[in-house]
């Protein structure tokens, strides 16, 4: 699904993923924001059982990642802005709001600007501050596809899945690194010139700084679902956030940072509750 989204550059086209089905604004309706140097493929599972099951789903491509325009945005609040925009764009009045990682903060961002719109709140694989190490900014700039490497084995729990897990044909660590590639080749247009994609992401986790102030404005119910051996964002780093939201916590044991990819019916499990839960409130 594309749309046409308003941001201060000007109308931007954006894609949106539904599922498999046909958008219908009157359902309930949940937004899936992905992470640094993703895109909506990493919801595929999730969007097709809520888009058969009752919602409306909307699993963006960020500007300038996947099939949405560019160029990026500056920063996590200029990219909640663009969240709410969508909804507008879309003709949603009110939706939970889904992230992971850096779609987490925008999640976080988004619902706090506008509380009245959020339904609910789930933040996966995340943490605050998200702070990237001084040594994965340079190679994220400088060399790109070590930085892919490095990440990639960084978000998941192993650095050996077994083959075809967690089903046929998939390979983990393979298919992080292939999608993270393609999209850095496909953004190169979209960021500021001695910048790249992913550099460029990281940046903006690094950067915002105003995620406890934001949970404090949040009214919806908010979840927070963990990987137990998450690298990258490990859980520990979430008490202050969680305390500020009065946030559920969901840890998924055996799962990295990478849950939609390694632990994705436990995944699909905590979203069930939390948002099914969410319609009953």
């Not at 075809?164 to 080749?185: E, I």
Request: aromatic share 6%.
């Amino acid at each position: 699904m594309k749309l046409q989204v308003s941001t201060p550059q000007g109308p931007q086209e954006a894609y949106a993923y539904t599922g498999g089905k046909p958008f219908d604004p009157t359902l309930p309706c949940v937004v899936m924001v992905h992470g640094a140097l993703n895109d909506h493929s990493v919801w595929t599972l999730a969007a097709r059982w809520f888009a058969h099951h009752g919602w409306s789903v909307l699993a963006v491509d960020q500007p300038g990642h996947g099939r949405s325009a560019g160029p990026v945005l500056p920063s996590v609040e200029a990219l909640a802005d663009w969240v709410l925009a969508l909804l507008d764009a879309a003709g949603v009045q009110q939706a939970a709001l889904v992230g992971h990682s850096m779609g987490s903060l925008i999640a976080l961002e988004a619902a706090a600007r506008a509380p009245a719109r959020a339904s609910a709140l789930v933040m996966v694989g995340t943490a605050y501050p998200m702070k990237v190490s001084d040594a994965l900014l340079s190679t994220a700039l400088n060399t790109p596809l070590a930085a892919i490497d490095m990440v990639n084995t960084f978000s998941l729990s192993t650095i050996a899945a077994k083959p075809s897990y967690p089903g046929p044909g998939a390979w983990l660590h393979g298919g992080g690194r292939a999608l993270m590639r393609r999209l850095l080749q496909q953004g190169a247009a979209h960021v500021p010139a001695g910048s790249n994609l992913f550099h460029h992401d990281f940046k903006l986790c690094d950067a915002y700084a105003n995620g406890l102030q934001a949970a404090a404005a949040v009214s919806c119910p908010a979840t927070l679902v963990l990987g137990g051996r998450d690298q990258m964002t490990p859980p520990k780093a979430t008490r202050d956030l969680a305390q500020a939201l009065k946030a559920r916590g969901v840890i998924l044991p055996t799962a990295g940072h990478a849950l939609m990819q390694e632990a994705p019916e436990g995944l699909l499990g905590a979203l069930r509750q939390a948002l099914m839960e969410s319609l009953a409130t």
